[in-house]
């Protein structure tokens, strides 16, 4: 039996440093309610020029702004502040979370969301887009 003592303590070892604990979180730990705390939009002139950064701290004394995500693929986003509410499917992968919608004229799109972080209790969103003279940069701040 004592023979067999480090062959177990390997196989301890080899199980134990095959463990997923350090991986990113999957699209398990995005179900739920999530609500805005902040949002911050920096805008960049495509000529130089130097950027700007506006931060709103949430919730609005109208409001909170919040979004589910359910296991079945859908959400549901509520912001009464602008009296809105969207919902659709999702998909979440590699740290992407695209939201496809319609726009107010029919046509579909997607917003895709980078996701730098996603812990039990923090979400952060990372949306980039652009126009004729500025590329913008908008990143929400979530928590349950």
């Known amino acids: ?3 067999m003592l480090p062959l ?36 960049t002139p495509k000529n130089g020029g130097a950027a700007t950064t506006t931060t709103v701290q949430k919730p609005l004394p109208s409001g909170l702004t919040s979004i589910t995500f359910r ?14 509410s969207d919902s659709g499917t999702y998909t979440y992968a590699n740290n992407i979370l ?22 039990a209790t923090r979400l952060v969103t990372v949306l980039s ?4 003279s500025y590329k913008y940069t908008t990143t929400d701040l979530y928590t349950r």
């Open 129 to 132: 887009t652009e126009d004729a």
């Open 98 to 119: 695209t939201l496809p919608y319609y726009s107010t004229s029919g046509v579909q799109s997607a917003k895709i969301l980078a996701v730098p972080e996603l812990t």
């Open 8 to 43: 177990f303590l390997a196989a301890a070892l080899a199980v134990a440093s095959c463990s997923k604990s350090d991986d990113a979180p999957g699209a398990a730990a995005l179900l739920g309610t999530w609500v805005v705390q902040s949002e911050t939009k920096v805008s």
């Open 71 to 84: 296991a079945d693929g859908t959400y549901t986003l509520v912001d009464p502040s602008r009296t809105y």
């Open 1 to 3: 039996m004592k023979k």
